[in-house]
């Protein structure tokens, strides 16, 4: 099993930055594929970055394509999702997430472990 602990969200204005971390605990950190999901106020978790075990293959939502970084830290057991250019619509509780899949899968049903989350608010 593995535990996941977000941070870094806040209040940010529009076109500004935020850097998140999830710290994993556990041994076989590097072993997880991990992802970054959200869900806004009414609406469903949507898929917004993942990676696989080694950092070397992401995938990213288009609608944050370009924007967001993701990336890992298998020594820190931690990873990263770095959100630049930031818009109201990308205001939502941010959630981690890790499972033992080959490839990057967007759908939640898919992921195994989750955060509790950590909200990300963009004022206009």
């Known amino acids: 099993q593995v535990q996941l602990v977000e941070s870094g969200g806040g209040l940010v204005q529009a076109g500004g930055s935020l850097r998140l971390s999830c710290a994993a605990s556990g041994r076989t950190f590097s072993s997880y594929t991990m992802g970054w999901f959200r869900q806004a106020p009414g609406k469903e978790r949507e898929f917004v970055a993942g990676i696989n075990w080694s950092g070397e293959n992401t995938y990213y939502a288009d609608s944050v394509k370009g924007r967001f970084t993701i990336s890992r830290d298998n020594v820190k057991n931690t990873v990263y999702l770095q959100m630049n250019s930031l818009k109201p619509e990308d205001t939502a509780v941010y959630y981690c997430?890790?499972?033992?899949?080959?490839?990057?899968?967007?759908?939640?049903?898919?992921?195994?472990?989750w955060g509790q989350g950590t909200q990300v608010t963009v004022s206009s």
């Open positions: 997430a890790a499972n033992r899949a080959i490839v990057v899968l967007t759908t939640k049903r898919a992921w195994d472990y």
